[in-house]
T-cell receptor
């Protein structure tokens, strides 16, 4: 079946603008994660959604970052007043049943460039 | 603090050479360990995982990893690499709600 889909694949924006990144998880997957991959660094955890539970936002780097997941499916990551240090690849992943340690399935990511 | 350290950032090998990529972790609680791989132009995918039991785990494409609790290590190995193994490899540790990833190791295999 279809994998995790992210859009856009590339986004170039000016410093100070807001951006929205979209993630369509695999159908039926209850958990959804956002990670950020900066050049030369590992994946940095941002936020985790599981079912109807309150999301784990502990990885969001500042209050300019927010995310929501509507209807337990599609998720949007919003970055307000973008800064150059926000430039990175933003990865979304979903998992069928985290309580059973189901593996994460990653999308291809959105490459964000802030000029 | 929870962290994952991958010792080699870039590795260059010839085909048929043996591979070992180091991974050390610092983590409190039940340790679940993973190796993910990202082939050029593709998304991250699971290579292998360890939750409990036999500390030597086997994954896809002939890869294996050994969990050594006393050394807080989970090194990835392959006896004979192929050109198609050229990719970036990430070690990760954590629970189901959050994985901590290492910085990754870029492997280039020359024919």
């Amino acid at each position: 079946g279809a994998g995790v889909s992210q859009s856009p694949s590339n986004k170039v924006t000016e410093k100070g603008k807001d951006v929205e990144l979209r993630c369509d998880p695999i159908s039926g997957h209850t958990a959804l994660y956002w990670y950020r991959q900066s050049l030369g660094q590992g994946l940095e955890f941002l936020i985790y959604f599981q079912g109807n539970s309150a999301p784990d936002k502990s990885g969001l780097p500042s209050d300019r970052f927010s995310a929501e997941r509507t209807g337990g499916s599609v998720s949007t990551l919003t970055i307000q007043r973008t800064q150059q240090e926000d430039s990175a690849v933003y990865l979304c992943a979903s998992s069928l049943d985290p309580s059973r340690n189901s593996p994460l399935h990653f999308g291809n990511g959105t490459r964000l460039t802030v000029t | 603090a929870q962290s994952v350290s991958q010792h080699n950032h870039h590795v260059i090998l010839s085909e048929a050479a043996s591979l070992e990529l180091g991974c050390n972790y610092s983590y409190g609680g039940t340790v679940n360990l993973f190796w993910y791989v990202q082939y050029p132009g593709q998304h991250l995918q699971l290579l292998l995982k360890y939750f409990s039991g036999d500390p030597l785990v086997k994954g896809i494409k002939g890869f294996e990893a050994e969990f050594i609790k006393s050394k807080f290590s989970f090194n990835l190995r392959k006896p004979s690499v192929q050109w198609s193994d050229t990719a970036e490899y990430f070690c990760a540790v954590g629970g189901y709600n959050k994985l901590i990833f290492g910085a990754g190791t870029r492997l280039a295999v020359h024919p």
